[in-house]
C-alpha cells in the first residue's frame, strides 16, 4: 500500500457520461448491492463497474496526482515553466505549453551539459539520496535549442532543492517536448525540503492565477 | 557449588515420572507403604551426622535444606513426607525433652531458601502462607492460571529464586567447613556436587501441578509457566554488595529498580559471587547467615508462545487499508483489513495482543478478490486455541459482517510453522488484476488483438514518483505475462485490461505511463493517452493457504 493522498472523490465532481446523455439506457446502470456480491462466487459481475458513474473524459493521472504550479518569464520573458508538486513532496519541473521555446518551434536538442557538469550524468541512489545536488531556484537545468535557427533556452530549478533525476529520453527524443512537454516531456524531478518549499511556493502561481495571467481560460 | 544450568533442568524435569508414584504411595496407599517411606526416611536420617545436623536446625536450615547440602538425592526427599518431625528422634537422644530446637524452627523461614522448600510463600496485598505442604503453592498457581483463564495440556516450569539464596548456601557451607571441616563425614558427604534449591523445589512442585492442571509438564511446552521469588530485602543487600564488588562496577542499579532482579542481574551477582575469594566473602556475609521471619514473595506468570491464524483475506472496499493507518493521528480509510479480521479473531483466543501479517500488500483503494491474499495474526498469549469448529465460526462471524469490507477464506491455526510457510510461499509469486481503463480514442478491435499477442513482454520501471521520495530510485525490469481486454457494453473509451504481471510491478504505472517512466506503457504500446480509474487484484499465485 502506498501512503500517497488521493482524492478519492474526484469521479463525483466530474460529468458523468449518464449527465451527458452519452450512453443508451437499455444498458442496466445497477450496481450489485452487497449481500448479492457476497453469494456470487464468480467475481466477475463484482469487476464490472457501474458506467453510469463514469466520467465522460476522466481526469489525467497529472490531475489526479499533482498540484499544478507556474513560474511564468522565470529569468527571462516568455520562459513560463511549470512544477508539478506531489503531496509526498517532490517537485516536476518542465517547460508550461506557453513556453517560448514551444511556441511554433521544432526542439532539435536537449543538452543537459550546463553548468559545471552534465546533469544527466549525476547518479542518484538509495533511499537516501546520495550523490543528489542541491541546486537553486536559477541553477540551470539543461538547454533546449530549437529548429528556429540557433536560438536556445534555458531551463531552470524553479525551485530550491536536490535534484533526483533527469528527463534523459530528451537527449534522443527532444521532440517529445513538442508531443507531450507536461507528460512524457518532464525535465527533471527536484526534492525540496519542507521549509524550501514554503518559500518557492510563494513565488510560484496557481493554475488558475497562471490561465488567468495568459488568457487561457 | 552447583548452579542449575539448562542440562540439569533437562534431568530434573525427566525425573517426574518417579515423584509422581512416591507421591501416589503416600496419597492412596496401605499403611504398609507409607511406613516403608517412612523407612526409607528416617534411615536416611540416622546416616547423617548428628550433631551437625542439630547445628544447622539452630541456625536455621530447613529440613530440605539439609537433605540437599547432604547430597540426598532419590525423590521421595522432596515429597511432602519430608517435615521437620522427622528429626524429633535426633533431638530427642541428644537433649532429652528439649523441644526448644523445634519450637525455634517453626517460628522463622529457613535461613537457605527463604522459605521456598518450606513450601512459604507471600503474595502482594496477602498474608503469608506457612505450610510444608507443596499442595498449597500448587492450588495457589493452579487457581491463578484459572483466574487468568489459560486453557494448557502442556507447560514447561522456570523458577527463579532470589540470588541472595547462593549467599546463603555459601556462607551456611563456609560456617559448616570452619567447625566440621576436619571431620570425615564433611569429606565424604558434604560435597558440592547437591541438589540445588532451584532443582529441588521443581522435583517438590512438578507432579502436583500435572494433578491439578491435568496438563503434562514438558520443556518444549509452549505455555510456559513462570514462578518468581522474590526477597526485597535480602537481594537488595546482596545486589548493592556484589554490584559494587564486580570489576567494572557499571551495573549499579537503584535501589527502586532492583526488587524485582531480572534473571541478566541474576547472572552477574552469580559471577561476582564465585569470583569472590573465600576470606572476601566472609568480610561481605555474615557466616551463618540471619535468620529470616519473612517467606519470599512468589510472582506467578503464565505466557503461551504466540499461536498463528492464517489465511486468505478478500477486500471488497477502496476504502478500507490493509493496516491500521493513522496520518498526524488521522484515520486513513474507514477501517483495516487487520483489525476487521484481528479484532474477531483477539477475543476468541483470548490473547494479550495480535499482529498482523500479510504476504505483500495493495493500494488502500485496490480492491482484493479472487483467491484472496494470505495472512497470518500471531495471537501473544493466547489463553484458548481455537478448535476446528470455533476456527469455522470466527470464519463465518467474520464473513457475515454488517458491512461487508473483509471476507477471509481457508482460516486454519498454525503453530510457529505458520511463519515459514508464508515466507517460503510469498516467494515466486504471480499477481493477475483487472484494471478499468480510459483511452483517448476510441477502441479498434485491432487493438484487442495487439495486446492478447504480447506475451512474456519486458517492461522497464523507473520507481514510480509516487513512492521514489522514500525508495531507492532504480530502474526495474518487470515481466507482463500476458494482457486481455474486456469491452464495456456502452462505452467506447471505457474498458476492462486483464492482465497476469511478474511479482513487484506498479500496475498503475505501467498503464498511465508515469509520465513516460515506465516504457513500454499501455499508452506507449496503443499510441494513445491512457488512465486507469480503479484497480482490483483478481488473484494472488502464491503456495500458502489455497
Ligand atoms: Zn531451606
Redesign the pocket.
Known sequence: MEKEQKDEGYFDKTQTLKDAGMIEFSVPCHRPSSSEQRKEEEPHELLVPDLCSLPLTPPTAVDCNFTCYFAPDFMKPDHDQYVYRHPNGLCVIGLASTHVALKGNRVKTVDFNVGKSNRSEIKVSGKRKRNAQRFEPNTALCKVSTSNGDTSYIVRCCVKGSLLEVNERLIKQADLLNSSADREGYIAIIMPTPTDWIKAKNQLLSLEEFKKLRGLC | MAISNEKEEVISCSKVGVIVEAKEAQISTGPSEGEAADKIISDTVLSLPSHAILDLLSIG??T??IFRLFGVRGQIYWSSLLSPTIFAPLIQKSNGSDDEHSKGLESEF?S??L????FGFSKEKQNLVKSELINNVSEEIAKFIKQEGHEIDSFSLEVSIPPIILANERSVWLYLKKKYGSERWFEEKFHAEHVT?KDAFKLAITSSLETLLTAKSEISSSSRIRLNHTHSKASLNLEKESVENADGANVKRGAECSEQSNGKTDAAIQRSLSRLQDHAFCERFKSPPEKVNEPCKLEIICNRAPIYIGGRYLKYSRNVSQSRWLIDDERKGEASVEEIIGSNILPVCRGDNYKFHAAGREDIDVRMLGSGRPFLVEIQNARHVPSEVSIGEMEEKINNLREKLVRVRNLQVLGSEGWTLMREGETEKQKQYAALVWISRPLEDEDLQTIASLMDMSILQKTPVRVLHRRSPLDREKIIHWMKIERMVGSQQYFLLHLCTEAGTYIKEFVHGDLGRTYPNLGSILKCRAEILQLDVTDVKMDCFN
Open positions: 536450615v530447613c530440605r535444606c529457613c537457605i531458601c522459605g521456598i522448600l518450606q534449591v
